[in-house]
């Protein structure tokens, strides 16, 4: 999937993360919401996602919230970072919501606030529902929706 979020910006989600993804919004897994993290890597005003967690042991799964609250994440980040000398890391997150076409909640748009208050690089958040997904490119506070490449 290519996601547009600026005249030159794109965001490229390889195809094995949109699979793992999508396992999650199942008739089997959407009844409780997912997430996890992407690692990938920043090229140019591009960001290419290559791999992504999932759901973990301690992370909290309800029907309507997603708390990453296991360390696994952030080993997983650092190990990518550790394997490509630096050049895999933390680009943002992604989780389901139980909807057909999500939106981001009040408490997405704090937390997404909070890690863009805390990490310099640009960053991706996506929430997948049903039928289609929602994506933002996050900077420096700002939000700015990404839409399909071939959108018009």
Do not use: K
Request: aromatic share 8%; proline share 8%; with cysteine.
């Amino acid at each position: 999937m290519i996601l547009r979020f600026s005249a030159d910006g794109l965001v490229l989600l390889a195809p094995a993360v949109e699979a793992t993804i999508a396992r999650f919004v199942s008739d089997a897994e959407i009844g409780l919401e997912a997430g996890g993290i992407f690692v990938g890597s920043h090229r140019g005003p591009h960001i290419e996602i290559t791999i992504c967690t999932t759901p973990l042991p301690r992370d909290l799964r309800r029907p309507t919230l997603f708390d990453r609250r296991d360390p696994g994440h952030h080993a997983a980040a650092l190990d990518a970072w550790r394997r490509s000398g630096g050049t895999d890391t933390y680009v943002g997150e992604w989780h389901t919501h139980p909807v057909d076409n999500p939106q981001p909640s009040a408490l997405d748009l704090r937390t997404w606030r909070g890690i863009m208050g805390r990490v310099a690089d640009p960053v991706v958040f996506l929430i997948v529902g049903r039928r289609s997904v929602w994506c933002a490119h996050g900077h420096r506070g700002e939000l700015c929706e990404a839409v399909p490449f071939d959108a018009p």
